[in-house]
Structures are given as structure tokens and as C-alpha cells.
T-cell receptor, first 114, second 110 residues
Framework: DTAVSQTPKYLVTQMGNDKSIKCEQN?????MYWYKQDSKKFLKIMFS???????INETVPNRFSPKSPDKAHLNLHINSLELGDSAVYFC?????????????FGPGTRLTVT | ELKVEQNPLFLSMQEGKNYTIYCNYS?????LYWYRQDPGKSLESLFV?????AVKQEGRLMASLDTKARLSTLHITAAVHDLSATYFC??????????FGKGTRLHILP
């Protein structure tokens, strides 16, 4: 009964392709996030959704498009993949409001673009 | 925008020793987080510190927060090999965005 799950765990693809990463949480959280961790382990937020509504949209190429069909799911679609997109992508979820905002991270998706 | 700086970025230490990881942040942050990440794994939440003077302890790890100095510390007591990991601190921006430090890669020698 994984709290935050992502699929696939590994993704190897060629430049120019379009791919999607799926994320689901069963914690009943309202807020979900996508983070990118580069080869130097630096973590940067990409997007945040609260109850299916986009609330944080960092400066990422518009080739990246998040989609939240419901508050338990936040998928990430990437068009025209580039070599620099290779990274580990983490999905996370949390409760909003005055609670601790503690985030629960998924296992990550290692994307390799060749 | 909030900036979070950790030091050291790399730390190699002997088992049994004590050490402290420092996390400085540039502007007001409502809360301060510490996470652990094992190689090839996800991030695990260790502590969430919500107020000035907050101190939390779990096993050999103790985290504290000084909001006036904009400083949080993660203290390791009598380190054991199992604590080898990368430790991240993170703060929260005014727009509720969580900003991570670069991480401290801790290697504990048996």
C-alpha cells in the first residue's frame, strides 16, 4: 500500500520523443508536486497542484506539461525530449494549510535521454 | 527569493564521532525541513521545525531551529555507518514553495 507511487521507475528514450510519467497518492492529500533532481543531486520544484489547480509553475520549458485528472493523480508529460532532461523526477504530496506541509515523496523516475 | 545553503556539502567521518550539519537560509521561512536520501532512493522526511527554538530528536539525530539567526542544525551523535546518506534541509518561501539546499553527502567510515 505505497503512499506515493510513480510509473515508470526507469525510462530510457531518444531525443525528440514524447513521454509521460504518472504519479498517484493514496494519502488523501490535496497538494501534489513534481521535482527534478539533476546529476549533482540538486532538487528543484517544477510544479505544484492543489486540488487539481496549478499553484506553482516554475520556470521550466513549456515542453513540460503537468496534468491532474483528480487530486490523487498528477502526471507529467514531456514533449520533444532533450539530453538535458535526463534526471530523476520525483512526485510528492502534502496536506495544505496550517499543517506541517510535510511532503511525502514517491520513489522517483530516472529518465535517460539518449 | 529564499536561498538555502548547507555546509559542509561533503563529510566523511569515523563511527562514534559527533558532527553537525549547518543550514543557513536567506529570508524568513515559516518552517524548516530535514530530509534523508539514500543512494538511488527517494527522500525520507526526518524533521519539520515550525518555530524558533524548536528542537526535535530521533535516535542519533537532533535538529534545531534558530529563526533569528536563520540557521538550522542537524547534529549527529556517535555516528554509525547506517547514517551514511545525503541530508537535505529545505525552507518554505512566502509563496509556499519549498526550496532545498544542495545536500550534505555524509559518509561514515566503519
Amino acid at each position: 500500500d505505497t503512499a506515493v507511487s510513480q510509473t515508470p521507475k526507469y525510462l530510457v528514450t531518444q531525443m525528440g520523443n514524447d513521454k509521460s510519467i504518472k504519479c498517484e497518492q493514496n494519502l488523501g492529500h490535496d497538494t501534489m508536486y513534481w521535482y527534478k533532481q539533476d546529476s549533482k543531486k540538486f532538487l528543484k520544484i517544477m510544479f505544484s497542484y492543489n486540488n487539481k489547480e496549478l499553484i506553482i509553475n516554475e520556470t521550466v520549458p513549456n515542453r513540460f506539461s503537468p496534468k491532474s485528472p483528480d487530486k490523487a493523480h498528477l502526471n507529467l508529460h514531456i514533449n520533444s525530449l532533450e539530453l538535458g532532461d535526463s534526471a530523476v523526477y520525483f512526485c510528492a504530496s502534502s496536506l495544505p494549510g496550517l499543517l506541517s506541509y510535510e511532503q511525502y515523496f514517491g520513489p522517483g523516475t530516472r529518465l535517460t535521454v539518449t | 527569493e529564499l536561498k538555502v545553503e548547507q555546509n559542509p556539502l561533503f563529510l566523511s567521518m569515523q563511527e562514534g564521532k559527533n558532527y553537525t550539519i549547518y543550514c543557513n537560509y536567506s529570508t524568513t521561512s515559516d518552517r524548516l525541513y530535514w530530509y534523508r536520501q539514500d543512494p538511488g532512493k527517494s527522500l525520507e522526511s526526518l524533521f519539520v521545525l515550525l518555530s524558533n527554538g524548536a528542537v526535535k530528536q530521533e535516535g542519533r539525530l537532533m535538529a534545531s531551529l534558530d529563526t533569528k539567526a536563520r540557521l538550522s542544525t542537524l547534529h549527529i551523535t556517535a555516528a554509525v555507518h547506517d547514517l551514511s546518506a545525503t541530508y537535505f534541509c529545505a525552507g518554505m518561501n512566502r509563496d509556499d514553495k519549498i526550496i532545498f539546499g544542495k545536500g550534505t553527502r555524509l559518509h561514515i567510515l566503519p
